[in-house]
């Protein structure tokens, strides 16, 4: 009984560790990550919901996108219409990926870095501000924007 | 002589390309509200603070353990306060071989002359005499003395400020020095100065002192927040005081 109740207060104690997605490592060539995240396949539709949604992306805080049943998108950043005809899906990805690689002065978050590298983070945030999968489907919909 | 002046105007420094910093002179959060907020802050009436400066304005008068009140030194309704005294909060104390902030002066004093216990930081009651005091100040412009012994403060409070934190790896200096005026979704970015605080804020409905305020910022940023009375939030607020200096004391503002 004793154990019964140890193993559990274990494995609850585990559980919100092991439910995070390990964080997948990619490459750089050229200012680009041509190899998509863990070979996962993007969503456009799914990556304009991310861009508008405040908990997940919330880009349009500060860049603009065709998104016009969204009101109030930011002015402090490029606006991003067309992005998808200046930039490949490797040079879009690394730059949702880390921003830092390309300017290391920039305000924009590395929406998928490894955790470990945050300084000060709350313990609730301690992941990556977006999944892998989340990535792919952002990346999938600013190809589309040319 | 033609050759020579070239090849000395080529040795001078270069001029450095402007920092990102778009801003030379201090402008107050104020002159990026809207005017409905504006109208709220200069209105008494209107103005939700001027509660928190009433009932601070109680405090000072209830009589402590001793039975001296805060006016039995510093008269009526604080007559007897010098609002550039005020202003040149936080200062250097040598008692305590640091930064004194206002709050703590307040606390300190309610120690040491009213026989009280002394308040944790932020403690409301605290918080309700810091406005009110703060508010004797009103139009008096912020002067803090960051050449003297306060420079280590300076120092640090302002690496501090430049430090990239919590899972958006932002420092405080780029959204309220790079990007001041522009919009992050529907609010514009001021300059994040300190001399409305306490403020009462329109997204909690509430007062807010100023390391309540950092604290939300470190949330904002997905960052493990200080303690409010830390040494880091204390010397943040030296660093942004002095920054700061030469804008008119708004306190009680209102602030998002």
């Known amino acids: ?146 | 002589m033609m050759y020579r002046l070239v090849l000395l105007l080529s040795l001078l420094p270069l001029p450095l390309p402007l920092p990102l910093a778009a801003w030379e002179q201090p402008v107050s959060g104020y002159a990026y509200m809207p005017e409905q907020m504006q109208r709220m802050q200069d209105d008494e009436f209107e103005n939700p603070g001027m509660f928190t400066v009433e009932e601070g304005g109680v405090l000072f008068h209830a009589p402590g353990y001793n039975g001296n009140t805060c006016a039995t030194c510093h008269g009526a309704d604080g007559s007897k306060l010098d609002p550039r005294a005020i202003a040149r909060y936080p200062v250097f104390s040598p008692g305590h071989e640091g930064p004194l902030t206002l709050q703590q002066r307040i606390n300190d004093c309610r120690e040491h002359h009213l026989d009280e216990f002394p308040l944790t930081y932020d403690e409301p009651e605290l918080v309700k005499l810091e406005t009110f005091v703060r508010h004797l100040a009103r139009g008096e412009k912020v002067n803090v003395d960051v050449s003297g012994p306060l420079r280590p403060w300076y120092e640090s409070g302002k690496a501090l400020y430049h430090t990239r934190i919590g899972q958006l790896d932002m420092g405080c200096h780029h959204c309220h020095d790079r990007y001041v005026d522009l919009n992050l979704r529907d609010q514009v970015l001021n300059q994040g100065h300190s001399n409305a605080f306490p403020s009462h804020r329109l997204l909690i409905a509430d007062i807010s002192s100023l390391h309540g305020k950092f604290r939300d910022c470190y949330a904002t940023l997905r960052a493990m927040p200080y303690d409010v009375g830390s040494e880091e939030y204390i010397a943040l607020e030296v660093y942004l005081n002095a920054r700061g200096n030469g804008l008119p004391i708004e306190t009680p503002g209102i602030r998002r």
């Open chain 1, 1 to 146: 009984m004793k154990r019964t109740t140890l193993t559990f207060l274990l494995c609850s104690l585990v559980a919100p560790l092991a439910a995070q997605p390990p964080y997948l490592p990619w490459q750089m060539e050229n200012f680009a990550i041509p190899a998509a995240l863990g070979g996962l396949r993007g969503d456009a539709v799914r990556g304009r919901e991310i861009v508008a949604a405040r908990e997940r992306g919330n880009c349009i805080a500060c860049h603009m996108f065709p998104i016009p049943e969204h009101p109030m998108h930011g002015t402090l950043a490029p606006p991003l219409f067309g992005v998808g005809a200046r930039l490949s899906a490797g040079e879009l990805r690394l730059r949702v990926v880390d921003q830092k690689l390309v300017n290391p002065e920039t305000i924009m978050p590395a929406f998928y870095r490894d955790p470990v590298r945050y300084n000060r983070p709350h313990p609730e945030f301690a992941t990556t501000i977006l999944t892998a999968q989340e990535v792919e489907d952002v990346v999938a919909y600013l190809v589309t924007l040319r």
